[in-house]
């Protein structure tokens, strides 16, 4: 419970606090214990989708621990049995209990918490490592081996998972806030929870000036507020599912037109700035349910990339085109399975890693996929179409998201009478 106890401190801080310190500890451990949704998710996973999550398993053992680690482990588990059955029933032990729990949370970000039984395996390949090191000829030669393994894993992956001009959240974020402040606008929102949370950590701590709320949290005085707010000169600015749900609510009383700031090019406006030649990476991935593909300007950015020769590709799995802009693909790939090419681009090394099993991920804080150019992490693969172009060094020069969480957000503004 300690991780959350800022959340006991939080409740004195809400518009009506508790009335006592009983009621808060109860609302306190309501948080903790996540009772309003442990029923529905916990041991939840429909049967038929167990041969699926094993799949996915094994799958995530094979990021993890490359081909070998599996059976390393399963041999030190073995040797562990055999020198030391306390210790071994109890790792065993906390590894079956996380396993069963992770393969049984009907979650979407299930990989997560496969990670305790990860831990449980890399311990076991120790006992492994130290057995197979008595049958050497040289002790210690096994101890170097393993250095070895680790570090390739470590040279191999590091460019994925490098972060560090990961500046998509700040960049969508401004984009999305970019002409407001609280002297001229009030902004209405309805987001994915992510970007909403990202929005509220801007709103406190780097734009006290923006003046925002949920459209959910007013929507009953919503015209009272638009109109209060339009009498001392602040116009109401809508996000696409604000603008949406203030019409369900009130018909056409109020009357919205697209803000013209925030306008972003799609995929399509973006090939058609690209120089001829252009390096480019375009992946598609099934998008969320939650999220929408622009399939016209999907199909003619396509068109513009591959110079008339490509139009069509499948997004109901795994897809990637590679090449430059105009010309014919260098490859194009596409498969119902996570996969990882290498291929060169007059003379740019690209690769392209789909690291998700898109069956149940629908978070993945590292990204669904990744592609590295000449070593350089050049663009994080979302559901939905994510585009990168790249220089002569495998540096990203432009990137673009269209149906999924990174996707430029349209605003609107509420018309004037």
Request: glycine content about 10%; hydrophobic content about 45%.
């Amino acid at each position: 419970a300690l991780p959350y106890a800022w959340n006991l401190h939080w409740l004195w801080l809400r518009p009506v606090p508790p009335p006592g310190i009983l009621e808060a500890l109860k609302t306190f451990w309501f948080d903790v214990t996540k009772s309003d949704w442990r029923s529905s998710m916990v041991l939840q996973l429909p049967t038929s989708a167990l041969p699926e999550r094993l799949r996915m398993h094994l799958f995530d053992l094979g990021q993890q621990f490359g081909r070998f680690g599996p059976l390393l482990a399963l041999g030190g588990a073995g040797v562990l049995l055999w020198q030391s059955p306390k210790r071994a029933l109890l790792v065993l032990g906390v590894y079956l209990v996380n396993l069963a729990f992770a393969f049984s949370y009907n979650v979407g970000d299930s990989y997560v918490f496969f990670l305790p039984s990860h831990v449980m395996l890399a311990l076991l390949v120790a006992p492994a490592l130290a057995a197979l090191d008595l049958f050497a000829r040289s002790r210690g030669t096994v101890a170097i081996a393993a250095v070895i393994w680790a570090a390739w894993g470590v040279y191999d992956n590091f460019p994925a998972l490098d972060r560090s001009g990961d500046t998509r959240p700040s960049r969508l974020l401004t984009q999305l806030t970019d002409g407001l402040d609280d002297q001229r606008a009030v902004l209405l929102t309805d987001l994915n929870w992510q970007i909403e949370n990202g929005l509220d950590y801007l709103a406190k701590e780097t734009r006290p000036d923006l003046t925002r709320t949920r459209l959910a949290d007013v929507l009953l005085y919503a015209p009272a507020l638009i109109r209060d707010n339009a009498r001392i000169g602040r116009a109401a600015v809508l996000t696409e599912g604000a603008a949406a749900e203030l019409q369900r609510a009130y018909g056409t009383m109020f009357a919205t037109e697209l803000d013209g700031r925030t306008a972003a090019p799609g995929l399509g406006g973006v090939a058609s700035e690209l120089t001829p030649g252009t390096r480019f990476v375009l992946c598609v991935l099934q998008p969320d349910r939650e999220f929408t593909l622009d399939a016209t300007d999907l199909t003619r950015g396509l068109s513009l990339l591959t110079g008339g020769r490509l139009d069509t590709i499948s997004t109901l799995g795994y897809a990637a085109v590679i090449g430059r802009a105009g010309s014919v693909p260098t490859g194009v790939y596409a498969g119902s399975r996570p996969f990882r090419v290498v291929t060169t681009v007059d003379g740019v090394r690209v690769e392209v890693r789909m690291e998700s099993w898109l069956p149940f991920d629908t978070i993945r804080r590292m990204g669904f996929g990744h592609v590295v150019a000449n070593r350089h992490h050049a663009l994080v693969v979302e559901r939905g179409v994510s585009f990168v172009a790249l220089d002569g060094t495998g540096n990203p020069i432009r990137t673009a998201y269209q149906g999924g969480l990174y996707a430029p957000q349209p605003r609107y503004v509420i018309r004037a009478p």
